[in-house]
């Protein structure tokens, strides 16, 4: 089991920055993918960002690249979103997640999940 608890998320104003952290415990954090996603009310869980196991590889959603960095500190079990040039449609729960064999830029793969921080943007 992997426990993973994501932290950061709070009101900012458009063209604002910050940067969400996602601790993980439990099994040897290094041994998984890490992937962002987020919700918006009344729409699906869709991708953000995704790293492979050693740091490598990050992979963004088309609607983020160029504004949004995954990185990851595996001697920290703690995985990174720094997202800058805030949108109002940024708006949703972030959520982490980790898994194994995970399918890039989808949500497939991803065997454990957080419970989610609320970001909103204001214009």
């Known amino acids: 089991q992997v426990q993973l608890v994501e932290s950061g998320g709070q009101l900012v104003q458009a063209g604002g920055s910050l940067r969400l952290s996602c601790a993980a415990s439990g099994r040897t954090f290094s041994r998984y993918a890490m992937g962002w996603f987020r919700q918006a009310p009344g729409k699906e869980r869709e991708f953000v960002a995704a790293i492979s196991r050693s740091g490598g590889s990050p992979f963004y959603a088309d609607s983020v690249k160029g504004r949004f960095t995954i990185s990851r500190d595996n001697a920290k079990n703690t995985v990174y979103l720094q997202m800058n040039s805030l949108k109002p449609e940024d708006t949703a729960v972030y959520y982490c997640?980790?898994?194994?064999?995970?399918?890039?830029?989808?949500?497939?793969?991803?065997?454990?999940w957080g419970q989610g921080t609320q970001v909103t943007v204001s214009s």
């Open positions: 997640a980790a898994g194994e064999t995970v399918v890039a830029g989808t949500c497939r793969g991803y065997d454990y």
